[in-house]
């Protein structure tokens, strides 16, 4: 969707098909980006996806989040029940590290950029 200069619907059927994956499996992706305002669906013959905003506003982070459910590489950064020990463990803070900086690198790429 991002790669069109026209910001006419795309159908999920040729998403699908040029991302090999299956329409369903598709749909439940687009069903979360669509609640997150990433996409937005339009409805009948000519309906299917676009972008809710413009590439350049949407980070690869953002996108992630919502597949993913968030970005946790390790069980001590988890936000709800982290590991007891995350105070006191030696390599908390190279997870946190590590985190800290997929993150931010996904923060910093959006889709116009890796189109």
Known sequence: ???RNENAPVQLKLIAGSCEVSEAFLAKIFQMLGQAGIVKSHRGVK???????????IS???VVE???GGIVLNHCLRKVNPCKDVDTC???DVWREA???L???????????VI
Not at 47 to 57: D, H, I, Y
Not at 103 to 109: C, E, K, N, P, S
Request: charged fraction near 30%; hydrophobic fraction near 45%.
């Open 1 to 3: 969707m991002a790669r």
């Open 47 to 57: 309906g299917g996806f676009s972008l809710a905003r413009p590439a350049e506003e």
């Open 60 to 62: 690869l982070r953002d």
């Open 66 to 68: 919502v597949c993913e």
């Open 90 to 92: 030696a390599v908390a």
């Open 99 to 101: 985190q800290d900086a």
């Open 103 to 113: 993150t931010g690198a996904l923060d910093r790429t959006n889709l116009a950029d």
